[in-house]
């Protein structure tokens, strides 16, 4: 079977593809790997890495000449053995990194480490293979191998010294935002080629070459992220598959015998075991939990491509045999078999995540400081947020503290990054999207001293687990409440002009399990022009939603810090379920309103009324009025199902906004007003938010209510120094 579909005339071609492939595959390695993390890796990779290398390199050699010197083997396994303990002691980056992304835990703390780690491991496992490929290739000439030795080094040098800083140079030639030029794509495919084919004539294998251009190539923009981006297309769904499929083609499992089998997984099942315990015996000096150890150690035994390489080599080069390179290619199967769902069985990141107390706003004492963690992703989005954040009501005796987290999608590279910017008091001159946006959140810092802080972060990652960052800067920064972008941009026109499905997972994911409150922003300020309120240039309307429940409680909470604000006008539209009675819950929500309501006596911009409602359609009637009176309406996302909800459920399109939020943020609307929907911390096991869970209804004998027309609300209004007696 295998010779009809893969004919012997037709092996060569597919091999030749396959070596192409795997040039620009490791060349591609390379461009993603983060060089700085090779040069400063921190003092817990650096211990880790060198311990796992060297200890597993040891005792997994040692094993190998006892097994060979103690058992019975066949001579070809004999010879083998040995090479096949060495093997065991690397730790490809490559394999990490694909591993992590694919259980989605690249960016994590344990996952972070890992890659760290890992692209340590990989540079001292290439130094090892270029000696061993240096000695073979000479055929143990001491004179050849140390001659090869020299040019591999002096190679290096080269490219470092002298090709790195040309690289550089043309790179910083290229136009940011433009398509990248075909000249440049041509200088690359070249430049792979010809490293590779002067590292052939230098005496190393040909795959060299590649990897060290791959690593003196920038990452990211403008050169780094869009080569990838080509290569991805003919390396990963052509050149790659056609190397697993030359690979699978040598494997022939009929040719292993019992006892080599055992024998080998002897040695493979203990050196996987050496490594964990090297990270074990490593993490005892860096005060890294037992539990975490483990989850490190077996990540760091991560099988893949890099691997079936170097058997590939070894088999070409007469190291290992047939049966010797079936066991080999079958072991990387069955360690990644074996490790991948142990890891998912042991570490849970969210457990990491879950806070020891209440971080919201409406259980934050008064004069406490609000801290609030912004994400953006759309620099056009930054001036609607500073107006949110002005109008959140900064003074010195209740500060905010702005933590402001920059999204910005991983392209070009495989390490996941949190990089926490400079705090300065001063505006920087910077014209990178990141720096035009910091510098506009230091001008509100600016316009705000002594009552606002800024600490701003960028978030380097996937969307698919970028959650992972939010979490642990918002655990770490003790914040209030997470603002997040809607996933849909408006035009000036008022129509949808682009939808990021991305963000939108993002929003879902982080509401599910936020350390904290969570409000999703959407922001229509591109159809107003997004006024500024900063140095009382604007007045700025707020109308809060209530209907009940913790999410409008923590939104009323937020609303009444606004309304404090000299230059915002504070509306509550509370909304009541004609009809329905209960006294219990109605006096919990008429007590924290008494509160709000009495903060505000003397403010003469605020304003309170009540909207009694028999249903879904006149609640829906009743938000359509408030059409284009506020600049931002805020709303809790989830309110108990109840009649005044009745049928609008059917229609929502963003379930992350809830039945209202997602009427209020619909195109359909009508309205010019920006929305900031608000979730409050949710707690596992907390009986304390049950309490607001059920819907706000009124009595039938309320004297100073009247029955309402159909799909009529029903408005009985207060003015500030309303006192509200409970029936």
């Given at each position: 079977?295998?010779?009809?579909?893969?004919?012997?005339?037709?092996?060569?071609?597919?091999?030749?593809?396959?070596?192409?492939?795997?040039?620009?595959?490791?060349f591609a390695?390379?461009?993603?790997?983060?060089?700085?993390?090779?040069?400063r890796?921190?003092?817990?990779?650096?211990?880790?890495g060198?311990?796992?290398?060297?200890?597993?390199?040891?005792?997994?050699?040692?094993?190998?000449?006892?097994?060979?010197a103690?058992?019975?083997?066949?001579?070809s396994?004999?010879?083998?053995?040995?090479?096949?303990?060495?093997?065991?002691?690397?730790?490809?980056?490559?394999?990490?990194?694909?591993?992590?992304?694919e259980?989605?835990?690249a960016?994590?703390?344990?996952?972070?480490?890992?890659c760290?780690?890992?692209?340590?491991?990989?540079i001292?496992?290439?130094?090892?293979?270029?000696?061993l490929?240096?000695?073979?290739?000479?055929?143990?000439?001491?004179?050849?191998?140390?001659?090869?030795?020299?040019?591999?080094?002096?190679?290096?040098?080269?490219m470092?010294f002298i090709?790195?800083?040309?690289?550089r140079?043309?790179v910083k030639r290229?136009?940011t935002?433009?398509?990248?030029?075909d000249?440049?794509?041509?200088?690359?495919?070249?430049g792979?080629?010809?490293t590779?084919?002067?590292?052939?004539i230098?005496?190393?294998?040909f795959?060299?070459?590649p990897?060290?251009?791959?690593?003196?190539?920038?990452?990211?923009?403008?050169?780094?992220?869009p080569?990838?981006?080509k290569?991805?297309?003919?390396v990963?769904?052509?050149?790659?598959?056609?190397f697993l499929?030359?690979?699978?083609?040598?494997?022939?499992?009929?040719?292993?015998?019992?006892?080599?089998l055992?024998?080998?997984?002897?040695?493979?099942?203990?050196?996987?075991?050496?490594?964990?315990?090297?990270?074990?015996?490593?993490?005892?000096?860096?005060?890294i939990?037992?539990?975490?150890?483990?989850?490190?150690g077996?990540?760091l035994?991560?099988r893949?491509?890099c691997e079936?390489?170097m058997y590939?080599?070894?088999?070409d080069?007469?190291?290992?045999?047939d049966q010797?390179?079936?066991?080999?290619?079958i072991?990387v199967?069955?360690?990644?078999?074996?490790?991948?769902?142990?890891?998912?069985?042991?570490?849970?990141?969210?457990k990491?995540?879950?806070?020891?107390?209440?971080?919201t706003?409406?259980?934050?004492?008064?004069?406490a400081e609000?801290?609030?963690?912004?994400?953006?992703?759309?620099?056009?989005n930054?001036?609607s947020?500073?107006?949110?954040?002005?109008?959140?009501?900064?003074?010195?005796?209740?500060?905010?503290?702005?933590?402001?987290?920059?999204?910005?999608?991983?392209?070009?590279?495989?390490?996941?990054?949190?990089?926490?910017?400079?705090?300065t008091?001063t505006?920087?001159p910077?014209?990178?999207?990141?720096?035009?946006?910091?510098?506009?959140?230091r001008?509100?810092?600016?316009?705000?001293?002594?009552?606002?802080?800024?600490?701003?972060?960028?978030?380097?990652?996937?969307?698919?687990?970028?959650?992972?960052?939010i979490?642990?800067v918002?655990?770490?920064?003790?914040?209030?409440i997470?603002?997040?972008?809607f996933h849909?941009?408006?035009e000036?026109?008022?129509?949808?002009g682009?939808?990021?499905r991305?963000?939108?997972?993002?929003?879902?994911?982080?509401?599910?399990?936020a350390?904290?409150?969570?409000?999703?922003?959407?922001?229509?300020?591109?159809?107003?022009g997004?006024?500024?309120?900063?140095?009382?240039?604007?007045?700025f309307?707020v109308?809060?939603?209530y209907?009940g429940?913790?999410?409008?409680?923590?939104s009323?909470c937020?609303?009444s810090r606004?309304?404090a604000?000299?230059n915002v006008?504070?509306?509550?539209?509370r909304?009541?379920?004609?009809?329905?009675?209960?006294?219990?819950?109605?006096?919990?929500?008429?007590?924290?309103?008494?509160?709000v309501?009495?903060?505000?006596?003397?403010?003469?911009?605020?304003?309170?009324?009540?909207?009694?409602?028999?249903?879904?359609?006149?609640?829906?009637a009743?938000l359509?009025?408030?059409?284009?009176?506020?600049?931002?309406?805020?709303?809790?996302?989830n309110?108990?199902?109840?009649e005044?909800?009745?049928?609008?459920?059917?229609?929502s399109?963003c379930?992350?906004?809830?039945?209202?939020?997602?009427i209020?943020?619909?195109?359909?609307?009508?309205?010019?007003?920006?929305?900031?929907v608000?979730?409050?911390?949710?707690l596992?096991?907390?009986k304390?938010?049950?309490?607001?869970?059920?819907?706000?209804?009124?009595?039938?004998?309320?004297g100073?209510?009247s029955?309402?027309?159909?799909?009529?609300?029903?408005i009985?209004?207060?003015?500030?120094?309303?006192?509200?007696?409970?029936k």
């Amino acid at each position: 079977m295998g010779s009809e579909l893969f004919p012997a005339r037709s092996i060569m071609t597919l091999e030749t593809a396959a070596s192409f492939g795997i040039m620009f595959f490791l060349f591609a390695i390379g461009v993603r790997t983060d060089t700085s993390m090779i040069l400063r890796p921190g003092r817990e990779p650096l211990v880790i890495g060198i311990s796992v290398m060297l200890i597993t390199l040891f005792f997994s050699v040692s094993l190998a000449f006892a097994l060979k010197a103690c058992v019975k083997m066949d001579d070809s396994l004999a010879r083998a053995l040995p090479f096949i303990g060495i093997s065991q002691c690397l730790t490809p980056f490559s394999n990490v990194s694909c591993l992590l992304i694919e259980l989605k835990l690249a960016s994590s703390d344990l996952g972070r480490l890992a890659c760290s780690t890992a692209i340590l491991c990989d540079i001292m496992g290439m130094i090892i293979l270029m000696l061993l490929f240096a000695i073979l290739q000479s055929s143990y000439d001491p004179m050849k191998s140390i001659m090869s030795i020299g040019s591999a080094v002096m190679f290096v040098f080269f490219m470092v010294f002298i090709t790195g800083p040309l690289v550089r140079k043309t790179v910083k030639r290229i136009p940011t935002g433009k398509p990248l030029g075909d000249q440049y794509v041509f200088l690359c495919f070249a430049g792979v080629l010809l490293t590779g084919f002067v590292t052939e004539i230098l005496g190393q294998h040909f795959m060299f070459g590649p990897i060290v251009l791959g690593l003196i190539v920038p990452d990211g923009p403008p050169f780094g992220a869009p080569i990838i981006s080509k290569l991805d297309l003919p390396v990963g769904k052509f050149f790659y598959p056609t190397f697993l499929t030359t690979s699978g083609i040598k494997t022939n499992i009929f040719t292993i015998d019992l006892q080599s089998l055992w024998i080998t997984s002897l040695l493979i099942f203990s050196a996987c075991i050496i490594k964990i315990g090297a990270v074990m015996f490593a993490s005892r000096f860096l005060n890294i939990d037992f539990h975490d150890s483990i989850i490190i150690g077996l990540i760091l035994n991560a099988r893949g491509v890099c691997e079936l390489l170097m058997y590939n080599l070894w088999r070409d080069g007469g190291i290992l045999s047939d049966q010797e390179f079936a066991l080999t290619v079958i072991s990387v199967v069955g360690v990644t078999a074996i490790v991948t769902p142990l890891i998912k069985l042991l570490y849970d990141p969210m457990k990491r995540h879950v806070p020891l107390k209440r971080r919201t706003i409406q259980h934050s004492k008064r004069e406490a400081e609000l801290r609030i963690l912004v994400c953006i992703h759309n620099a056009d989005n930054v001036p609607s947020i500073i107006n949110v954040l002005e109008a959140s009501h900064a003074t010195e005796v209740s500060p905010i503290a702005v933590i402001a987290v920059l999204l910005e999608e991983l392209v070009g590279r495989a390490t996941h990054m949190l990089v926490a910017h400079q705090s300065t008091r001063t505006l920087q001159p910077n014209n990178s999207r990141s720096g035009h946006i910091i510098n506009a959140l230091r001008q509100y810092e600016l316009c705000n001293e002594s009552c606002v802080t800024i600490q701003s972060f960028s978030a380097i990652s996937h969307f698919e687990m970028v959650q992972d960052d939010i979490y642990r800067v918002a655990l770490d920064q003790n914040a209030n409440i997470v603002i997040l972008p809607f996933h849909k941009h408006w035009e000036i026109d008022g129509s949808i002009g682009s939808v990021n499905r991305n963000v939108q997972g993002m929003n879902i994911k982080v509401m599910e399990k936020a350390p904290c409150s969570v409000g999703i922003l959407v922001d229509r300020g591109i159809l107003t022009g997004s006024m500024s309120i900063l140095n009382n240039q604007s007045i700025f309307h707020v109308a809060v939603i209530y209907i009940g429940g913790p999410d409008d409680a923590e939104s009323l909470c937020y609303g009444s810090r606004m309304g404090a604000h000299s230059n915002v006008t504070l509306s509550i539209i509370r909304f009541l379920l004609y009809g329905s009675d209960s006294a219990r819950e109605r006096m919990k929500d008429n007590n924290l309103i008494d509160e709000v309501r009495q903060a505000n006596m003397e403010n003469q911009n605020f304003k309170f009324q009540e909207q009694v409602v028999k249903d879904g359609v006149g609640l829906a009637a009743s938000l359509r009025s408030l059409e284009n009176s506020f600049d931002l309406l805020i709303v809790g996302r989830n309110h108990q199902a109840s009649e005044i909800l009745m049928g609008l459920g059917a229609w929502s399109e963003c379930p992350e906004l809830g039945v209202v939020g997602d009427i209020l943020s619909s195109p359909d609307f009508g309205s010019t007003a920006s929305v900031l929907v608000v979730q409050q911390q949710r707690l596992n096991g907390d009986k304390l938010m049950n309490r607001m869970m059920k819907p706000v209804v009124i009595s039938h004998e309320a004297g100073h209510e009247s029955r309402p027309a159909d799909d009529q609300p029903a408005i009985i209004e207060h003015e500030a120094r309303w006192d509200f007696a409970l029936k």
